[in-house]
């Protein structure tokens, strides 16, 4: 029986020797994959890995804390602003900028969860969503961040080693990438993990057992900020190129979708649901390349709608996922994942 007998067990990354081994196995794989990939799929595994890191702090706000949010572009796009201005215009070596800029994005995360403490559910996703506009609103009209121009990334440079190609940013981005799960994963076992997981499943029954919703509702919306604006600086150097039209909506919308696609209050759910959507996202654009379903889509589109709006047909396909996955497995991908675990575990009874 799976059983726990003390805190330091709940707590423990490995609990068995095939545990140990797997782990083992996927930090080996992970480590030779640049070395045999082509460039562009080092590229693609690039992009999951940052969506991985702000699909995890965005979980932690939304699956074990229960506080919605629809303004996680504004994160991501402080925590790209910030690094490179960091990096341009004051000196500061990439990884200090790196973690300054998520700080910076934690801040704004926190100052944000104060008026959140009065509000759920659709007034809170409201208020959320209007943050991110503002954000990118106000980036794109101050002239010390580039304006509606934009700005370019610097050269990157790692403790005074120069990083260039994806191969290069990969080294940077799956290290960063692997330490914050492996932080969050921690963080979810401790004391404040489990304040953030009653205040999700009763505020009130949590503040009644001494349970500080202030500091705790805080202190999630500034954790899943300092994830979101982490990503979002090594995002800058993943495009090489920012402006404010980088940050819309949509990029909220897919990073909700990502969390609920994947599972509700799971690490590995993140991942999952990260790794496909992003996948999907890449692929979708070239769905006019497919052999039938391309020429199809074409005539459909002009003769119904017009030849531009084509592109969002990947929009359409993220919404039936999620659609269907409230639908028949509310769990996500997490929970296709238990049900097989459990299904072979019993095989064949």
Not at 98 to 109: H, Q
Not at 161 to 188: F, S
């Amino acid at each position: 029986m799976d059983m726990k007998r003390d805190y330091y067990e709940d707590i423990r990354l490995l609990d068995s020797g095939s545990q140990i081994f797997w782990l083992i196995a996927l930090l080996a794989v992970l480590t030779a994959f640049p070395f045999f990939a082509s460039s562009y799929l080092i590229y693609t595994v690039n992009l999951m890995a940052i969506n991985v890191i702000v699909a995890l702090g965005l979980n932690l706000l939304v699956g074990y804390t229960g506080q919605i949010s629809l303004g996680h572009a504004g994160f991501f796009a402080i925590g790209a602003y910030g690094t490179l201005v960091l990096m341009t215009k004051l000196g500061l070596p990439f990884p200090a900028a790196l973690v300054a800029g998520g700080l910076i994005s934690a801040l704004f995360g926190f100052l944000l969860g104060l008026p959140a403490l009065r509000l759920e559910g659709p007034y809170l996703a409201i208020a959320t969503l209007g943050f991110g506009l503002t954000i990118t609103q106000i980036l794109g009209r101050i002239d010390y961040f580039g304006g509606h121009m934009g700005l370019q990334a610097p050269p990157l440079s790692v403790f005074g080693i120069e990083v260039t190609g994806d191969a290069g940013r990969y080294a940077v981005i799956m290290p960063v990438c692997v330490l914050l799960a492996w932080g969050l994963r921690n963080l979810t076992k401790t004391r404040v993990g489990r304040a953030f997981v009653a205040i999700r499943d009763s505020d009130i029954a949590a503040e009644c057992i001494g349970v500080n919703l202030t500091y705790y509702k805080t202190l999630a919306f500034a954790v899943s900020a300092f994830y979101t604006g982490v990503a979002g600086g090594l995002m800058a150097f993943v495009l090489g190129f920012i402006n404010p039209h980088t940050f819309n909506v949509m990029i909220s919308i897919l990073f909700l979708a990502m969390v609920v696609v994947g599972g509700l209050g799971s690490v590995l759910g993140s991942i999952m649901g990260a790794v496909l959507i992003s996948w999907l996202q890449i692929e979708l654009n070239r769905i006019t390349e497919l052999p039938l379903l391309g020429p199809l889509l074409e005539q459909i589109s002009h003769s119904v709608f017009t030849i531009s709006g084509l592109p969002n047909v990947q929009y359409v396909v993220f919404g039936l996922i999620m659609v269907g996955i409230i639908i028949f497995e509310p769990l996500g991908l997490y929970g296709i994942w238990i049900r097989t675990k459990l299904y072979w575990r019993t095989w064949p009874f």
